[in-house]
């Protein structure tokens, strides 16, 4: 663990992301028999501090892996495409979703829906929080027949990190 906050934004391709991600979790996919999808509508860079990216589709996946664990049907699906402003990178699961009146609380510091001593309720606060820093932003799918989160990244990286900035 080391502080990235000051490593510089380099365009990196999403895949090399993903791939990076995946090293550091798929021991924990495979062993829990969860089947793991990629779909690249498209290729591309987005300008990041890498590491902090790797961060938050970590936090993504493993949410996802727990989310999955007991169910019959496991599997986790990370898509990408994109429009006109933004590249758009989605993390599914096969869970049913999330309660609608929770769903609004998800990204809240110290919010959480696993077990007591299963998790702290900052992954995904402090997820929004780097992505913000990077002028995307993060959402839950409602409308997602299971569990969906969007992340929305602009295709203007320079621009927006230093408006942000």
Not at 58 to 87: G, H, M, P, Q, R
Not at 129 to 157: C, M, V, W
Request: charged share 25%; with cysteine.
């Amino acid at each position: 663990a080391r502080n990235s906050e000051s490593d510089p934004f380099v365009s990196t391709k999403f895949k090399a992301i993903y791939e990076n991600t995946l090293e550091l979790c798929s021991e924990k996919i495979k062993n829990r028999n969860i089947d793991i999808i990629f779909e690249a509508h498209s290729d591309f860079n987005i300008l990041c501090r890498e590491s902090q990216m790797i961060q938050v589709l970590l936090n993504l996946l493993n949410n996802s892996v727990d989310a999955v664990d007991s169910l019959e049907k496991k599997w986790i699906k990370v898509s990408t495409t994109e429009n006109e402003n933004y590249f758009i990178i989605k993390v599914t699961d096969s869970g049913f979703g999330i309660p609608s009146d929770v769903a609004h609380k998800v990204m809240q510091p110290f919010f959480t829906t696993k077990d007591v001593g299963k998790g702290t309720g900052l992954g995904l606060s402090i997820s929004k929080g780097i992505l913000e820093e990077h002028g995307a932003h993060i959402h839950y799918d409602i409308d997602s027949r299971n569990t969906s989160f969007q992340i929305d990244f602009p295709k203007r990286g320079k621009e927006i990190i230093a408006s942000v900035a």
